[in-house]
C-alpha cells in the first residue's frame, strides 16, 4: 500500500543517514510515525539500541542506567553512583568501551526527546558528541523543531528529518483498518469519512481520531441495530450521527470520560431536565485537585474587583458592603496578574500548599485546556495577566466536586 510503500522510503532513507551521520533529529507531531518506523527499522535490522524514554527518565541517572542496562548489561549499571554527574556516566561508558568494542555502530533512540531541555545545559552537547568516545549515533525523536530545542551553550548540529503529518485520504487508510468485525470494511469505512468530515477541521491526531471513532461508532449503529435503516443508508446514519458528533466535538483532546462513562452521561441528560440540561461536556471534566481550586481562584480574581479581596480573604470578620446588581458578569471576565491568583488560591485552597512548580505548571494546563486565556504577550515574564474562561455553571459544578461554596465569594451574590 501506499503507506507502506511510505514507511519503507523513510527506513530505507534512515537507514543510510544512520551509517554517516553521528546524531540526527527526527520532528513532527505527535503520532506521526516516528517512534513505530525507528522502532521497526531498529528491530528488522537487529542493530544493537537504547531506547530512553526521556518521560519515563525523570532524572539523568535513570537516563545513564538505561543506556548502560541496554548496551552492557546489569553490571555496567551498577557502577554508577547513586547521584552520578556526566562525568561518572562518561567514564563507565569508555571504560565497557573497551572491555567490549562495537562491532557495529550502537544507536541511542531519545523518545520524547524535548524534556532535555529541562535537564543539565552540558547534557544535550554531550550526548551529541559522544561518538568521540565510540562508534554511537544519538537519535533525538521530538515534537518540536530544532530552532527551539537547540540550547543555547551550542553543540554539534545534528541531521533534521521530518515526518508531515498524515493527510485526510491516509487518516482515512489507516482509521478504516480498525473496522469492527461484525460489520463490512464498506460500511465502517464510511463511518470514517463522516467522523472526519466532522473533526479533521480541528483534530488531525492519529490518536485522538483512531479514540473518537472507537467512543461514536456504538452511537452510529443504532439505528442499524434497531433494524430502522440498511449499511447502505448513509444519509440517514449520518442524520442520526450528526447531532452527537457536533457535542463530543466539545471534549476533542480533553479525555476527561471514558467511553462507557460518555454513554452514560448521554444517557443521563436525555433523561433528566432542569440544572443538567444544558451544561456542556465541560461540566464533568475532571481536573486534579489544586488545579480546580486554581481556576475557582481565576474566576474569582476575573469577576470580583481587586479592591474587595481583602474583605473576602482575609482571616478577620466580613466588611459590609453593597455590591452593584451582577454588574461585573454582565460586563465578563477582567485580567488579573498572577500574583493576584496565587494570592486567591492560597486562600481558598484548604490546607497549606507550598508555592512549587506543580503549581505553575498546572496553571500552563489550564491554559492549554482553554480554561483560562493568557492575554499577556509569550515575552512578558515578569507580570504574565489571564483571564477565565468558563462560564458559571462550569465553575458551579467544580465547586461542588471540591465542596467549596463560591457563590458566598462573589461580589455580584451578595
Known sequence: SFLNMEHNICRSALQYFMIIYPSIFIYGHRASGKSHVMHVLLKELELPHATVSCVECVSVALLFEQVLLSFFGCDAASLLPRSPSLSDFVRIYRQQCSQSPAKQTRYIVMEKAELLRDTDANL????????????????????????????????????????????????????????????????YSSYINILLGVFYSVCRDLRELRHLAALNFSKFCEPLAEGKVKET??????????????????????REVSSLQWEQMQQ??????????????????????????????????SYNPARTDKRFFLKVDRFNFTPKNLLNHLLGPKPFPLD??????????DNRVAPTASIFS??????????????????????????????????????RTVNFDIVKYLYDFL
Not at 372 to 393: F, G, I, R, W
Open 362 to 399: 498546572q496553571i500552563s494546563s489550564l491554559v492549554t485546556l482553554q480554561l483560562l486565556t493568557q492575554v499577556s504577550h509569550d515575552d512578558q515574564l515578569d507580570a504574565p495577566k489571564y483571564k477565565c474562561a468558563v462560564s458559571m455553571d462550569f465553575i458551579c459544578a467544580i465547586s
Open 233 to 254: 443508508d448513509t444519509h440517514k446514519l449520518w442524520r442520526n450521527i450528526e447531532p452527537h458528533l457536533k457535542k463530543a466535538m466539545q471534549t476533542v483532546y480533553l
Open 124 to 187: 544535550l552537547p554531550a550526548l551529541l558528541r559522544l561518538q568521540e568516545l565510540d562508534n554511537v549515533t544519538i537519535i533525538l525523536l521530538s515534537e518540536i523543531v530544532w530552532d527551539k530545542f537547540r540550547p543555547n551553550t551550542g553543540c554539534f548540529e545534528p541531521l533534521l528529518l521530518h515526518f508531515p503529518d498524515y493527510s485526510k485520504g491516509e487518516l482515512q487508510q489507516i482509521l478504516s483498518q480498525d473496522r469492527h468485525p461484525s460489520y463490512t470494511a464498506e460500511f
Open 340 to 349: 493576584r491568583l496565587l494570592a486567591i488560591f492560597y486562600s481558598v485552597v
Open 268 to 301: 443521563m441528560e436525555e433523561k433528566e431536565s432542569g440544572a443538567l440540561r444544558g451544561l456542556s461536556a465541560h461540566t464533568h471534566v475532571e481536573l486534579p485537585y489544586y488545579s480546580k481550586f486554581l481556576l475557582i481562584a481565576a474566576y474569582l480574581a
